[in-house]
């Protein structure tokens, strides 16, 4: 295309929504880093917290091994959790498999995985409710924040990090990160 020439109605176009987006995210503020330091990647449902896991966890793979949906694998010799293709169904398999205690039996059934929603995200405005529908914890509303936008909620008592939530969007605007840490119930 010669610099002479001026762009089409449609390339115009297209150009405005991409240098649009551009803008905006310059535009965005700076967000503030957490003060508490989180675990960088999400282990297996009744894992221990993060400092006894990784002393305890030898790296032996029974728990990868035994996953019947393939949603761990080893990371620097310890298991690592990724929900990408199907949600974790809290089976206990990998801490049945688990030889070493840093997966047991006490420890609550949850991920740690929180979900992030993008700011595109079309049940901001009222026309989808897929995660919310298909949250088997019912830990997800959206609720009306102070300025009238909708903002989706997780109540983190109820949500045990499944994924579901993520499988739900078909547009891929939800995300899940690492949130907390694990603390240890009464009796181990």
Partial sequence: MNNDQQLSAQGNSRRRLLTGWLDRSKALPEQDTPSVTLPAVARP?????????????????????????????????????????????????????????????????????????????????????????????QALSFQLSENGARQLQCDDTLCNGCGLCKLSCFHGHISLAASGEKSLPEQL
């Fill in 45 to 137: 449902p009744q894992a221990l917290p993060e400092a006894l896991f990784s002393a305890l966890c030898n790296g032996c793979g029974g728990c990868v091994s035994s996953c019947p949906y393939g949603l761990l694998s080893l990371e620097q010799s310890k298991p690592v959790l990724s929900i990408d293709f199907t949600e974790c169904d809290v089976c206990r398999k990998c801490t049945t498999a688990c030889q070493t205690g840093a997966l047991r039996d006490k420890m609550p059934c949850d991920t740690l995985l929180r979900p992030q929603i993008s700011h595109s995200c079309l049940g901001r405005q009222d026309s989808c409710r897929m995660c919310t529908i298909n949250c088997p914890q």
